[in-house]
């Protein structure tokens, strides 16, 4: 499995960080406004993979988001744990761990992901601070082998990770979009920057997988630019109101294709009013 697919699964969930003793009001060029979720939000999914044509489940995945406190400071702490089932691990072992802290308006302050993928178990860690209104990036990756890497580099553009991107798409204005937008939103690990960026599709209606729930959603695909080629690794399906909910996430891997269902929820800040009777 290539690189590029390590991250898909972990990407779509989402569809989601301290280098100083504070963090400095720079960090709001960063930020956006939240009107969708609030401190208790639960979502809950299943995966399925399409296996010799059929699609099987083969694991699940949860999200928590609470208000909490960073160097403290009111902040988010939002988590992710995707944990494939047996059917998954014969062919591929995947338990991911994600970690993630915002200040109230959502700017990155620092990201943990501990993942075993396959035969390997690595660790990347991102801290991020907001000097003379650059975005300063501190990075560790503990590399399956065990080594430790560190690097420290500063960009004037904002930069992301997997569960910021999350939490900000989530607070898009679609109003104003137009079907083929393109949103830059370049994300990091602890090894790279990505050149990657939403493209907005639209709005259709979704039916969910095992009951007759229906949602008018808006349609992005998540796009990463990888030796001078355009990858489309998710397209995703999030309600048509002020949630913005990922109900339904559709993951393009090199080795077969996989999705993702929302299965529950609770605490949601705004009324679901997506739903088609």
């Known amino acids: 499995m290539v690189k590029m697919n390590k ?3 972990v990407v779509a969930i989402l569809f989601t960080i301290h280098c100083s003793l504070f963090t400095s009001s720079s ?3 960063c930020g956006i406004e939240n009107t969708a979720f609030k401190s208790g ?3 809950g999914y299943d995966l399925y993979f399409n296996w010799k044509f059929v699609w099987v489940k083969v694991g699940t995945a ?3 988001t609470v208000k909490s406190r960073y160097k403290g400071e009111p902040a988010f702490r939002s988590s992710l744990i995707t944990r494939g089932n047996d059917k998954l691990d014969n062919m591929f072992v995947m338990r991911d761990t994600l970690l993630c802290y915002t200040d109230m308006d959502l700017s990155p302050l620092y990201f943990r992901k501990g993942a075993r993928e396959g035969s390997r178990y690595y660790v990347d860690e991102l801290w991020y601070s907001y000097p003379n209104g650059n975005c300063h990036l501190k ?3 503990i590399t399956s082998s065990g080594e430790h890497f560190w690097k420290e580099m500063e960009y004037k553009d904002c930069i992301y990770d997997m569960m910021t991107i999350y939490l900000r798409a989530r607070n898009f204005d679609a109003s104003k979009l137009k079907e083929g937008d393109k949103i830059p939103l370049p994300i990091s690990d602890a090894s790279k920057i990505a050149n990657s960026w939403l493209k907005y599709g639209g709005c259709t209606t979704i039916k969910m997988k095992n009951s007759n729930d229906k949602y008018r959603c808006l349609v992005f695909s998540f796009i990463e630019r990888e030796d001078g080629e ?5 397209r995703f399906y999030v309600t048509d109101d002020k949630n913005h909910l ?3 996430l559709d993951m393009f891997l090199s080795f077969g294709s996989a999705k993702a269902y929302l299965t529950g929820f609770k605490g949601l ?3 679901m009013e997506s739903k088609v009777d």
Do not use: D, G, Y
């Not at 355009?230 to 998710?234: D, F, K, S, V």
């Open 62 to 64: 949860s999200m928590s």
């Open 269 to 271: 800040r705004n009324p």
């Open 139 to 141: 990075t560790h990756a």
């Open 7 to 9: 991250r898909i699964w």
């Open 246 to 248: 990922p109900v339904r």
């Open 41 to 43: 939000e639960f979502l």
């Open 27 to 29: 960090a709001a060029q």
């Open 230 to 234: 355009n990858h489309e690794l998710i």
